[in-house]
């Protein structure tokens, strides 16, 4: 059974950072990729970053871009989202989140559509203060 746990969400003043994290475990964590997504309240799940089966591939949103690294690491089934100069508006409860499929290409981030994701996390609360 495949199940995804974040961690690492809270309370952070704006201009202030946070480091999310996703255990994963069930399969062959490197045979997939694997995205982070977010939703705020009263708004569609939305992309944030996505990550190749073996690291050396990423993908962002454009609010992302340039404030957030994604990284994981194969060997402790684990994906982080380092997210710095954080504003209000990425007050969300974020999410990790991994497809059904394997991938075989290196050079494949996953999609950036809720839809093509199997497997998500409960979620953490990431709330951050003006």
């Known amino acids: 059974q495949v199940r995804l746990v974040e961690s690492g969400g809270g309370l952070v003043q704006a201009g202030g950072s946070l480091n999310l994290g996703c255990e994963a475990s069930?399969?062959?964590?490197?045979?997939?990729?694997m995205a982070w997504f977010r939703q705020a309240p009263g708004k569609a799940r939305e992309y944030v970053a996505g990550?190749?089966?073996?690291?050396?591939?990423?993908v962002y949103s454009d609010s992302a871009k340039g404030r957030f690294t994604i990284s994981r690491d194969n060997v402790r089934n684990t994906m982080n989202l380092q997210m710095n100069s954080l504003t209000p508006e990425d007050t969300a409860v974020y999410y990790c989140?991994?497809?059904?499929?394997?991938?075989?290409?290196?050079?494949?981030?996953?999609?950036?559509?809720?839809?093509?994701?199997?497997?998500w996390g409960p979620g953490t609360q990431v709330t951050v203060s003006s």
């Open positions: 989140a991994s497809p059904r499929s394997p991938s075989a290409s290196t050079r494949y981030a996953g999609s950036p559509h809720p839809s093509a994701y199997t497997y």
């Open positions: 069930g399969r062959t964590f490197s045979n997939y990729p």
């Open positions: 990550i190749g089966r073996d690291g050396t591939y990423t």
